[in-house]
C-alpha cells in the first residue's frame, strides 16, 4: 500500500472520528437534562469522550496530511481539495487550542459539524496528486497558505461561538418587529448551512448514480487586432443540466425523472470558466438544501433555531461572547501573518510585486479590513454580545467568499478547479 | 454642565476637561454618576487632546479624524469599495494595449458600459480610493497620538491607594471580611501575584499589582507600523521609484528595456514538459510546463545612447538564467520570467538570385526580417527594396498591408533592374517563407518576371530563426524596504496587543474590610481566574464566575 492510498484511509478515518465526536458532544450537552443523572458530572464524562474522539480525529487528519506530503513530494495545499481538507485541520487545531483556554464542551458541538461539512465539502473536488506549474513551487506558498488557513480557522471558531451566542440570546418566542428580524436572520444562517449540505449530498448522490451528460459550448473571442476567433469547448456535467452552459448544444443528456431537456440556458454575461456548470451545480444546491431544510422543518414542526434554543439553556451567554472575540482577536495577527505578509513576500517573490490587486489579494484585504473594523467595534459601547456576534458570522462568511467563492466566480491567479 | 467645569477632585488633584476618572485616586468626576455599573476604564479615564473645549478649526480636524467612529467608518467604505473593483477585471489586469472604453460594453454589455464610466475599472487608481487610504493613515496617526500620550502620562504615575468607588465599580470585583492582620494577608497575598508574574507596588495595606504593561503599547506600535506602510506604498507613484512593464525577446536578440538605460538579451530558451508518466490520467496529453528558463544577459548602455543615428554602445553588467521565482536582479531591477511563446520566428534569410535565362545564380546577400539594407547588387542585377511586410495581407480594397509588427507572414517587394528586364526596373514580391508563397500565390502576382529571374533560398544553413521568444516582466521598486519593516512593525505590535494583556489588581483593606478590584484591556476571564488562583492561595475559594461584576468585555 503505497503512502497516499494509507492516507486516503486515515481521511476516512479522521471523517468518522469528527462525525462520532459530534454526537458525543450533543449527548454532552442535550444529555444534561435526561433523568437520573448528575447533569455536571454527565457533562465532565461525555465532554471528556467527545474530546478524546476528536482529538483522535485530529490526530487520523495530521496522519493524512503528512503522510500524503511524504507520498506525493508536496505539501498537499495545492488544489481545492487538498486546500479544503487542510482548513478543516485548521479549524480542528484552532477548536484544540480554544478548547485548552475554555474547557467549554459545548464548543465542540458547533466547531465539528462545521469541520465535517468542510471536509464533506473538501471531498467534493478531485482527490488525485496533480503536479504544480513552476509558479507554485515554493516555500513561501507552503507557508502563506498554511498560516492564512489557521488564522481563518481561528475565524471560524469565532464564528460557531458566533452563531452559539445567537443561538442563546435571540428570543425565538418574541413577536416584536426586532425579535422577528433576529429570527428570521438567525435561521437563514441555519437554511444557509444546510443549502452546503445539500451541495454535498447532491453531488454524492448523482456521482453514486453515475450521472452524465455533455454539451458543446461555443465561445466566440475579440483578439487584439479585432479579429473574431471562435472555439468549441466540451462541457461535462455530473448533475441533472438544469442550467446549459451559454450558447450551447446538448451532446448527450441522461434523462432524470423524466427531465430530457435543459429547462434554462446561462446568461451570457457569465462568462468564467464553466460558468454553466457552477450555475447549474449552485441551482442544485439550493434545490437539494431546500428539500432538506423543508424535510427537517417537518420533523420538528418549528423553526430549527427554536429547535437549537433550548438545548443552550443554562449557557452563559457572555462566555460565548467571550470565546467568539478571544477566538477571532488570537486568529487575526496569524491572518495578517498569513495572507497579507507572507503573502507578500510569497507575491514579491513569484511576481516580483508585493501586491497587484488580484481579486484574491483583494478580498484578503477585504476579510483583514473587515475584522480590524470588528475588533475596534470592539472598543465600543453597544457593540459586544448581539451585534459582534453577528459581525463575526458575516465575517466568516467574508472568509468563506475569499477562500471559495473568488475561486468559482472570479477568475484570476489563484483559480483552482471547480465542479 | 456649567461654562467652566470644577475639575478638581475631592483628592485635590487637579484634572483636565474630559477627565472621567480622577487622575490621582481613580473617583469618578461625573457627579451625576451614581450608578454601581462597571466604570468606562478606557486610557483609565485621561482626557485626550480630542475633548477641549472650545475647539478651533485645527481642533476641529483634529477632532474629526481622532474619533474611533470616524476611523470604523473609513475602514468599512474601503473595504466596500474594494468590493466593487473585483467585480470586473481591472484594466491593469490586460497586458496587451486593449481600449477600455470598447472592451468592457463589448464583454459585459450595459453593466460593463456602467461600471467602465463610473472609473471602477481603475478603481485601486482612483482618487476617491487613494483619498480613503490617505484619510485612514491620517485617522491611524491621530487617532494614535490623541491617545497614547495621555494613556503614557497615566500609566506613569499611578497611585497605589485608589478610591473605593473606583475599586468597586470595577469589572472583576471581590469583597470580604478578613480576620488577623491585615498587613500579613496583604503580604501573602502580594506574593501569590508576584508568583503569577505580577509586579507588586505596596502602600501600607493598599496594594497595585500589574503586569504586561507593554501590551498596551501594542495598537501603536501597529499604526507606526502601517502608516510607515502606506507611506512606502504612496511612495512608490513617486515617478523613477517603481517600474512595471512586459518585454519580448526572440532567441538571440538584444532589446532595450523601456526607459531605462539597460538592454537584455536572450541567449537560448529552454522549456521542458512534464512527461506523461508524471501527470494523473485526467491530465496525460496535455503540455503541462516543468520547467522555462532563459538565458539572459545584461547590459548596460555607456555611450551614444538614446542617438537614433548610432548604434548604442553596450557593457555587459550581469548574465543569469531567469526562472520562475528566480529573477534576475541588479541594482534593484528585476527581470522575472512571465510566460513564453514557442511559434517559430525567422529572423533573417540569406536568398540568392536566380538568372532563369542564363542559369546563373548570384548570391548569397543577407535579408533581414527588419532592418533591412535598401539596396543589395548581385552581379549584373539591382534590388531595390520598395517595401516590406512583417504579417502581409490584402486588404478589402486589394492593396497589401501588414497586419502586425512581428514577422509572421514577412514579405519584401523589390524593384529589380538588370539584364533582360525593363531599364526601369520591375517590381518582384518574394516571400520567404514557403507557406506564404503558395498562400498568396507569389509566382501569379510576380507574373512576368517570375519566368526571367527566382529568389530562393537554398538549404535551411541560410535561414536563421528563433524557435521561441521569452516574456519577461521587468520590476522595479525602492519603497519595498519601507514596506517590510513597515509589515514588520505591525505584525510586531499586534503579536504584543494580542497575545499578552495588561493586567492589573487593585486592593486596600480598610478595618478588616477587603475590597479588590482588577482591570484588564482584554481577556476578562484570564483576569477573574488569575485573581481567583491568587484568591484561592491565601485560603479563600471563589469560583472565578464570581468575581464578574457585570458590564461589557471590551
Redesign the interface.
Known amino acids: 500500500m503505497s503512502l497516499v492510498d494509507f492516507s486516503s484511509d486515515a481521511f476516512i478515518v479522521a471523517f468518522f472520528l469528527y462525525c462520532f465526536a459530534f454526537m458525543f458532544y450533543v449527548i454532552a450537552i442535550a444529555g444534561k437534562k435526561w433523568s437520573n443523572r448528575d447533569p455536571e458530572q454527565h457533562e465532565r464524562r461525555w465532554g471528556r469522550i467527545a474530546f478524546g474522539t476528536s482529538s483522535l480525529g485530529l490526530a487520523a487528519h495530521l496522519a493524512f496530511f503528512f503522510t500524503r506530503w511524504a507520498g506525493s513530494g508536496q505539501i498537499p495545499t495545492s488544489n481545492m481539495y487538498e486546500f479544503m481538507t487542510f482548513l478543516g485541520m485548521s479549524i480542528m487545531i484552532a477548536f484544540t487550542i480554544v478548547y485548552f483556554?475554555?474547557r467549554k464542551a459545548l464548543l465542540g458541538m458547533f466547531a465539528l459539524p462545521l469541520t465535517v461539512i468542510i471536509v464533506a465539502y473538501a471531498s467534493v473536488f478531485?482527490q488525485?496528486?496533480?503536479?504544480l506549474?513552476?509558479?507554485l513551487?515554493?516555500v513561501w506558498l507552503k507557508v502563506h497558505v498554511t498560516t492564512a488557513a489557521l488564522g481563518e480557522a481561528f475565524f471560524a471558531v469565532g464564528f460557531a461561538a458566533g452563531l452559539m451566542y445567537l443561538l442563546r440570546v435571540v428570543d425565538f418566542k418574541g413577536k416584536t418587529k426586532e425579535a422577528r428580524r433576529s429570527q428570521f436572520w438567525v435561521e437563514f444562517s441555519l437554511y444557509t448551512i444546510i443549502v452546503i449540505v445539500g451541495f454535498i449530498f447532491a453531488v454524492f448522490a448523482f456521482r453514486g448514480a453515475g450521472y452524465e451528460a455533455q454539451f458543446v459550448q461555443e465561445q466566440s473571442k475579440?483578439d487584439?487586432?479585432g479579429i473574431e476567433s471562435t472555439t468549441t469547448e466540451t462541457v461535462d456535467y455530473t448533475l441533472p443540466p438544469i442550467v446549459k452552459p451559454y450558447n450551447s448544444q446538448a451532446v448527450s443528456i441522461e434523462s432524470f425523472l423524466g427531465m430530457e431537456e435543459p429547462l434554462f440556458e446561462a446568461p451570457?454575461?457569465m462568462?468564467g470558466v464553466n460558468s454553466g456548470r457552477k450555475l447549474n451545480t449552485v441551482v442544485w444546491s439550493v434545490i437539494a438544501g431546500t428539500l432538506l431544510y423543508g424535510l427537517l422543518r417537518l420533523v420538528f414542526r418549528k423553526p430549527l433555531g427554536a429547535v437549537i434554543h433550548p438545548v443552550m439553556e443554562g449557557i452563559?451567554p457572555?462566555?460565548l461572547?467571550?470565546i467568539s472575540?478571544?477566538s477571532i482577536?488570537?486568529g487575526?495577527?496569524i491572518f495578517?501573518?498569513g495572507a497579507?505578509?507572507f503573502a507578500?513576500i510569497w507575491a514579491?517573490?513569484?511576481?516580483?510585486?508585493?501586491?497587484g490587486?488580484d481579486?484574491k489579494e483583494?478580498?484578503a484585504?477585504?476579510t483583514w479590513?473587515?475584522y480590524?473594523?470588528y475588533l475596534?467595534?470592539?472598543?465600543?459601547?453597544g457593540w459586544?454580545?448581539l451585534r459582534s456576534a453577528w459581525l463575526a458570522v458575516i465575517g466568516f462568511v467574508i472568509v468563506l467568499f475569499t477562500l471559495i467563492g473568488?475561486n468559482l466566480i472570479?477568475a484570476g491567479l489563484h483559480s483552482y478547479s471547480g465542479v | 454642565m456649567s461654562l467652566v467645569e470644577n475639575t478638581k477632585c475631592e483628592c485635590g488633584h487637579q484634572n483636565a476637561v474630559g477627565t472621567v476618572l480622577c487622575e490621582s485616586c481613580g473617583k469618578p468626576l461625573d457627579k451625576n454618576d451614581q450608578s454601581d455599573m462597571p466604570l468606562e476604564m478606557?486610557y483609565d479615564g485621561v482626557a485626550r487632546r480630542s475633548q477641549k473645549t472650545n475647539p478651533n478649526v485645527i481642533d476641529r480636524v483634529w477632532n474629526f479624524f481622532s474619533s474611533?467612529?470616524i476611523?470604523?467608518y473609513l475602514?468599512?467604505l474601503?473595504?466596500l469599495t474594494?468590493?466593487l473593483?473585483?467585480i470586473y477585471p481591472?484594466e491593469?489586469t490586460f497586458v496587451?494595449?486593449?481600449d477600455p472604453s470598447v472592451y468592457y460594453e463589448?464583454?459585459?454589455?450595459l453593466?460593463g458600459k456602467i461600471y467602465y464610466l463610473l472609473g471602477l475599472t481603475h478603481t485601486?487608481e482612483s482618487w476617491w480610493f487613494i483619498g480613503l487610504l490617505v484619510m485612514i493613515g491620517t485617522s491611524l496617526v491621530i487617532c494614535s497620538l490623541d491617545r497614547v500620550l495621555p494613556l503614557y502620562r497615566a500609566l506613569n504615575k499611578q497611585q497605589i491607594r485608589k478610591h473605593h468607588q473606583f475599586i468597586l465599580r470595577q469589572k472583576t470585583v471581590f469583597k470580604r471580611r478578613i480576620e488577623g492582620e491585615e498587613t500579613k494577608w496583604a503580604d501573602g497575598f502580594a506574593a501569590q501575584l508576584k508568583r503569577q508574574g505580577y509586579r507588586i507596588h505596596r502602600d501600607g495595606t493598599a496594594l497595585l499589582a500589574e503586569k504586561n504593561r507593554f501590551s498596551r503599547w501594542g495598537p501603536y506600535i501597529n499604526h507606526i507600523g502601517l502608516i510607515l506602510f502606506l507611506l512606502a506604498?504612496l511612495a512608490r507613484s513617486i515617478p523613477s521609484w517603481q517600474l512595471?512593464t512586459y518585454i519580448t525577446v526572440p532567441d538571440g536578440d538584444t532589446v532595450q528595456i523601456a526607459d531605462t538605460n539597460y538592454y537584455v538579451k536572450n541567449e537560448k530558451f529552454t522549456v521542458e514538459y512534464?512527461k506523461d508518466e508524471?501527470?494523473?490520467?485526467?491530465?496525460k496529453g496535455t503540455a503541462?510546463?516543468?520547467?522555462?528558463e532563459t538565458k539572459a544577459v545584461l547590459y548596460e548602455c555607456v555611450s551614444s545612447c538614446g542617438d537614433p543615428l548610432k548604434e548604442p554602445e553596450l557593457k555587459e553588467v550581469k548574465r543569469h538564467d531567469i526562472?520562475?521565482?528566480e529573477?534576475l536582479k541588479y541594482k534593484g531591477l528585476?527581470l522575472?520570467q512571465f510566460d513564453f511563446d514557442t511559434t517559430p520566428r525567422l529572423n533573417e534569410v540569406r536568398p540568392v538570385l536566380v538568372d532563369k535565362q542564363t542559369g546563373d545564380t548570384y548570391g548569397p546577400f543577407d535579408l533581414p526580417m527588419k532592418d533591412s539594407a535598401p539596396q543589395h547588387k548581385l552581379g549584373p542585377f539591382t534590388l531595390d527594396l520598395y517595401a516590406n511586410y512583417m504579417e502581409f495581407s490584402i486588404d478589402e480594397n486589394g492593396e497589401p498591408v501588414t497586419?502586425?509588427r512581428d514577422p509572421v507572414a514577412p514579405a519584401f517587394i523589390f524593384t529589380v533592374k538588370g539584364p533582360g528586364l525593363d531599364p526601369a526596373g520591375e517590381p518582384y514580391l518574394y516571400f520567404p517563407m514557403q507557406k506564404d508563397k503558395v498562400k498568396f500565390s507569389q509566382d501569379a502576382i510576380n507574373a512576368a518576371i517570375a519566368d526571367k529571374i527566382e529568389i530562393r533560398v537554398d538549404g535551411m544553413e541560410n535561414v536563421d530563426f528563433s524557435e521561441a521568444s521569452t516574456y519577461l516582466?521587468v520590476?522595479m521598486?525602492r519603497a519595498?524596504p519601507y514596506?517590510w519593516i513597515g509589515?514588520a512593525f505591525?505584525?510586531l505590535g499586534?503579536?504584543m496587543g494580542?497575545?499578552w494583556q495588561h493586567r492589573r489588581i487593585w486592593l486596600r483593606i480598610d478595618q478588616g474590610e477587603l475590597a479588590l478590584g482588577a482591570h484588564t484591556n482584554?481577556?476578562?476571564?484570564g483576569m477573574r481566574s488569575d485573581v481567583a488562583k491568587a484568591l484561592g492561595k491565601t485560603g479563600i475559594a471563589v469560583d472565578p464566575?464570581s468575581l464578574?461584576n457585570g458590564g461589557?468585555?471590551?
Do not use: C
Open positions: 483556554i475554555y478531485p488525485e496528486v496533480q503536479p506549474i513552476p509558479a513551487q515554493n475579440i487584439t487586432k451570457y454575461w462568462n452563559d457572555e462566555d461572547d467571550e472575540y478571544r482577536a488570537i487575526f495577527p495578517t501573518l497579507l505578509i507578500m514579491n517573490i513569484a511576481w516580483g510585486r508585493f501586491w490587486w481579486p483583494v478580498w484585504l477585504i479590513l473587515f480590524s473594523a475596534h467595534f470592539r472598543l465600543s459601547r459586544q454580545g473568488v472570479i | 478606557r474611533v467612529k476611523a470604523i475602514i468599512v474601503t473595504f474594494a468590493m473593483g473585483t481591472q491593469n496587451n494595449n486593449f463589448e464583454t459585459y454589455g453593466p485601486y506604498v512595471d512534464y508524471e501527470l494523473p490520467d485526467k491530465l503541462r510546463a516543468k520547467l522555462f526562472v520562475v521565482n529573477p528585476k522575472y497586419l502586425s516582466n520590476r521598486d519595498l514596506v509589515a505591525s505584525m499586534l503579536l494580542s497575545y482584554k481577556n476578562w476571564y464566575k464578574d461589557n468585555n471590551a
